[in-house]
């Protein structure tokens, strides 16, 4: 199996797939019109830009994010889906 290992303030994402609930409770996966902007934290850079610059992460593995709408790189290894955001990208960590 192959692994995404990030690089320099770069953090892997999967994202979170879009529940939609009915008036009466039922759920129903992977029916919104438009992608979630919510994802878990896959792996994380090391923080260290090609220049030498350290980044300070503030994101681990594992945590919940949300995400700018029109960024990233998506990419499909093992028929899994990930996107490459920069750590910028990542508005907040869901708690």
Known sequence: MSK??????????????????????IVLP?????KPQ??????VGPGILPDGKEVKMEVVAGDKVIYSKYTGTEVKLDDEEFIIVKQSDILAIIK
């Open 30 to 34: 992977g029916q919104s019109k438009e």
């Open 4 to 25: 995404l290992v990030p690089l320099g303030d770069k953090v892997i994402l999967k994202q979170l797939e879009a529940e939609e609930t009915t008036a009466s409770g």
């Open 38 to 43: 919510q994802a878990e934290v896959i792996a």
